[in-house]
Nanobody, 125 residues
Framework: QLQLVESGGGLVQPGGSLRLSCAAS????????IGWFRQAPGKEREGVSC????????NYADSVKGRFTVSRDNAKNTVYLQMDSLKPEDTAAYYC??????????????????WGQGTQVTVSS
């Protein structure tokens, strides 16, 4: 069974950091591009970051550039999202997703075939 599992969410104060993990089981991530998305209550799901299968191409939403860093360890079948200088507006459920056209990094939701269940990030004092 193909599965993605996010972890690492939690409650953090403004200015703090969290590292999210996206672990795959049932398939290898080597050939997949991975996207990170988030959805706040009452809002549409939006792309945050993505990374190509090789790791050579990354992309970030303007709202997180300079604060978030995406990386991957294919040997561990895991992708990470390091989130620094967190702001209250970063509060959302965060999801990772995989698409098999691994060389292309995109925020288009419809191109992703496998989704995790999400992990909650709350930034509040």
């Amino acid at each position: 069974q193909l599965q993605l599992v996010e972890s690492g969410g939690g409650l953090v104060q403004p200015g703090g950091s969290l590292r999210l993990s996206c672990a795959a089981s049932g398939f290898t991530l080597d050939y997949y591009a991975i996207g990170w998305f988030r959805q706040a209550p009452g809002k549409e799901r939006e792309g945050v970051s993505c990374i190509s299968s090789s790791g050579g191409s990354t992309n970030y939403a303007d709202s997180v550039k300079g604060r978030f860093t995406v990386s991957r360890d294919n040997a561990k079948n895991t992708v990470y999202l390091q989130m620094d200088s967190l702001k209250p507006e970063d509060t959302a459920a965060y999801y990772c997703a995989a698409r098999s056209a691994g060389s292309v990094c995109t925020f288009a939701l419809g191109y992703y075939h496998h989704w995790g269940q999400g992990t909650q990030v709350t930034v509040s004092s």
